[in-house]
T-cell receptor, first 115, second 111 residues
């Protein structure tokens, strides 16, 4: 059973370009979470999605950032018009559902560098 | 969300037990205590969780104080691979399932 897959593992973009980060959850998991880790800082929650629904986007910047988890295919975190401050590691996690026992399984992350 | 406080760092010798403390004095009755760790350049990894009783699994043990205001993650025999940042997180059951990470405690293991 493959773990959470994220691609690309490393992404370089110039200021003003778009970045698309993909996350394939573990088989059977319908809950996806995105977290961001800025250099020398802790992990911060961004958004929580279930299939075709955004459940909690309280950690998402109001502009330029969007996320989706379609019925088919991976979850996508999209950053439009990237700026240098978007350079960070972006981690995706999945779980089978809510509840105290539903641990989150994390992917290896996508390291975004904005030039 | 209730907060947790952890020391910034701790050092241990290889093959010795390690006790990582966590204070959560404002914990509520529905908060579970979760521990995750993050090895260098990797994503976080679930370690263990509990509510009131002590818990054991293949990775570690979790000792929870009777008043639940503190807990201790116990690694029975530290290895070099256990060097990581360990996060103690409170997670309310039934509510949104996001994890709120603090600064964690950085564990160094000496050979």
């Amino acid at each position: 059973n493959a773990g959470v897959m994220q691609n690309p593992r490393h992404l370089v973009r110039r200021r003003g370009q778009e970045a698309r980060l993909r996350c394939s959850p573990m088989k059977g998991h319908s809950h996806v979470y995105w977290y961001r880790q800025l250099p020398e800082e802790g992990l911060k929650f961004m958004v929580y999605l279930q299939k075709e629904n955004i459940i909690d986007e309280s950690g998402m910047p109001k502009e330029r950032f969007s996320a989706e988890f379609p019925k088919e295919g991976p979850s996508i975190l999209r950053i439009q018009q990237v700026v240098r401050g978007d350079s960070a590691a972006y981690f995706c996690a999945s779980s089978p559902g809510q509840g105290e026992g539903n641990e989150q399984f994390f992917g290896p992350g996508t390291r975004l560098t904005v030039l | 969300d209730a907060k947790t406080t952890q020391p910034n760092s701790m050092e241990s010798n290889e093959e010795e037990p390690v006790h990582l403390p966590c204070n959560h004095s404002t914990i509520s009755g529905t908060d579970y205590i979760h521990w995750y760790r993050q090895l260098p350049s990797q994503g976080p990894e679930y370690v263990i969780h509990g509510l009131t009783s002590n818990v054991n699994n293949r990775m570690a043990s979790l000792a929870i104080a009777e008043d639940r205001k503190s807990s201790t993650l116990i690694l029975h025999r530290a290895t070099l691979r256990d060097a990581a940042v360990y996060y103690c997180i409170l997670r309310r059951t039934g509510a949104n399932s996001k994890l709120t990470f603090g600064k964690g405690i950085t564990l160094s293991v000496r050979p």
